[in-house]
Nanobody, 119 residues
């Protein structure tokens, strides 16, 4: 079992920045692909950014150049640095861990953190 705890959400003005953090309860990055998803009211949950076990990253087109996903293996933490935020970035952001290899099929979610972009 893996617990994921997000933090760092809040209210920010358009054009501002926030950094989200996701702490895993144990060392998992060698066998779990990590991702940040978001879900706005009435909309589906979308993958915003992902980082694989080998460090490859991918991004939703609308956040490319503005968001950066990274991880600190020593701290069991994944980050999402968000800049040039727009009102349409407003959503609940969720951290996800998806298992590979011997953990294939395992899928864990954090509780979510609210990001609101508004003036």
């Amino acid at each position: 079992q893996v617990q994921l705890v997000e933090s760092g959400g809040g209210l920010v003005q358009p054009g501002g920045s926030l950094t989200l953090s996701c702490v895993a309860s144990r060392s998992i990055f060698s066998i779990f692909n990590m991702g940040w998803y978001r879900q706005a009211p009435g909309k589906q949950r979308d993958l915003v950014a992902g980082i694989t076990t080998d460090g490859s990253t991918n991004y939703l087109d609308s956040v490319k150049g503005r968001f950066t996903i990274s991880r600190d293996n020593a701290k069991n933490t994944v980050y999402l640095q968000m800049s040039s935020l727009k009102p349409e970035d407003t959503a609940v952001y969720y951290c996800n861990a998806r298992g590979t290899a011997i953990q294939f099929g395992a899928n864990y979610w954090g509780q979510g953190t609210q990001v609101t972009v508004s003036s």
